[in-house]
C-alpha cells in the first residue's frame, strides 16, 4: 500500500502538499515522524528489536516510532504505530507528548505513554520486529555504551534520558 506524508517547512508550516514515501524529499521540505517511549506499571521502557530483513538498522534495538500519515495528527499517528508494532492499545489519556526534535528532514514527535498493570503484553509486527523485551533506564545505558540501539532511538535518548527519569523517577 502507498503511504503519503504532509510536508512541512523548516519552521513547521504546512505546505498543502503531499509526498510519497521512498521517493526522496525536495530539498527545504519536512514530514512528521512519531517516536514513543512506552513504561510499563514496573516503571521499565519497552523496546523492540529490528528484524535483519530491515534495511535500515538491522538487528537493532528501538523504541516505536513511524512516520505520521498524510490527514494524521502526530498523537493519533503515536497510538496508532504502538498498537501496529506491538499490539498495544493505549487510551488518549495515557500518551503525553513531551517534545520535538529535529532530524535529517523529519520532525520527530516524542511521546511518553505509560500503561496499565497487565496492558504490557506485546504482540510484534511480522517482518519488521523479532523480538522484545522491558528495560530499566540502567539498562538502556548500557544498551546505548554498546551500540545496541538504533541511530533513531540513540539519536533521541540523551536529549530525552531526563525527562524519562523525571516522569518515573528511575
Same mark, same amino acid.
Request: charged fraction near 20%; glycine fraction near 8%; proline fraction near 4%.
Given at each position: 500500500m502507498v503511504e503519503y506524508w504532509d510536508l512541512y517547512d523548516e519552521r513547521r508550516n504546512p505546505l498543502k502538499r503531499t509526498h510519497q514515501r521512498g521517493v526522496p524529499l525536495e530539498e527545504g521540505t519536512y514530514h512528521v515522524v512519531v517516536a514513543v517511549w512506552t513504561v510499563n506499571s514496573e516503571g521499565k521502557l519497552l523496546l523492540t528489536l529490528r528484524s535483519p530483513e530491515k534495511d535500515l538498522y538491522p538487528c537493532l534495538w528501538e523504541n516505536t516510532s513511524g512516520s505520521v500519515?498524510?490527514?494524521?495528527?502526530?498523537? #493519533?499517528?503515536? *497510538?496508532?504505530? *504502538?498498537?501496529?508494532e506491538t499490539g498495544i492499545n493505549a487510551a488518549d489519556e495515557q500518551i503525553e507528548f /513531551?517534545?520535538? #526534535? /529535529?532530524?535529517?528532514?523529519?520532525? /520527530?514527535?516524542?511521546? *511518553?505513554?505509560?500503561?496499565?498493570?497487565?496492558?504490557d503484553v506485546v504482540r510484534l509486527q511480522e517482518e519488521e520486529t523479532i523480538d522484545w523485551r522491558w528495560v530499566t533506564l540502567s539498562e538502556?545505558?548500557?544498551?546505548?555504551?554498546e551500540g545496541?540501539? #538504533?541511530?533513531? *532511538?540513540s539519536y533521541q535518548f540523551p536529549h530525552f534520558r531526563s525527562i524519562i527519569e523525571a516522569r518515573w523517577r528511575m
Open positions: 500519515i498524510s490527514g494524521e495528527g502526530s498523537r #493519533a499517528a503515536a *497510538l496508532r504505530e *504502538l498498537a501496529e /513531551v517534545g520535538t #526534535a /529535529v532530524k535529517a528532514a523529519s520532525f /520527530v514527535d516524542i511521546f *511518553l505513554v505509560t500503561l496499565r498493570p497487565g496492558q538502556l545505558d548500557s544498551m546505548f555504551e545496541l540501539l #538504533a541511530f533513531p *532511538l
